[in-house]
């Protein structure tokens, strides 16, 4: 099943990113703890197939 919503979850202090499925409340991928070093973190997406869209909510 492909996931309708997906919340991404980032723990900065931890060097943590997840990714959740919103309906089934349950995790779709986590990664391995990691050092951001200060560094900024942005968001990318990456969306693609006919019709696909993308809709971002806070």
Excluded: N, T
């Amino acid at each position: 099943r492909v996931p309708g919503r997906v919340r991404v979850s980032l723990d900065y202090d931890r060097g943590q990113v997840a990714f959740f499925d919103v309906d089934e409340k349950s995790l779709i991928f986590s990664f391995p703890a990691a050092s951001f070093r200060g560094r900024r973190v942005r968001p990318w997406f990456l969306v693609w197939g006919e019709g696909a869209w993308l809709s971002l909510c806070p």
